[in-house]
């Protein structure tokens, strides 16, 4: 990965981050296995023509994924666009970090966030109370 892309565990309140936000939308995405195929289509819809919408597209797509596989559904995806583009899915938490790797002795998945940690320019993750929150930032 290059040396831009960094991951944080922080907990600072993103929301208030996107000064300069164009555009926000918030969604409840559907608490089952639909949930990442709506959240691509919620983001093309939105993001359509914009060069960010492909990588958008599959960011919110594997944190949706992400949710239905190791949290508990369903979640909120927001969508922030200023300066940059900004995806956050929270949801009620699940037992361990979001890291990007497969997890120990998964044969198989476990590289949604290592496929986020690529195509964002930072990612990283919040926990309030019971709630967690997973972020990336691309390019507009």
Known sequence: ???RRRHTRCSRDWSSDVCSSDLTRL???PADSTSAAEARRLVRETLSGQPACDDAELVASELAANVVAHAHPPATLRLDVGDAVR???TSRSG???PTAGPAAGAPSGGRGLALVA????????RRDGGLVSVWAELPR
């Open 87 to 89: 995806i956050t899915v």
């Open 1 to 3: 990965f290059s040396s």
């Open 118 to 125: 690529a195509v964002s320019t930072e990612w990283g993750w």
């Open 95 to 97: 037992v361990t970090e």
């Open 27 to 29: 969604w409840v995405l």
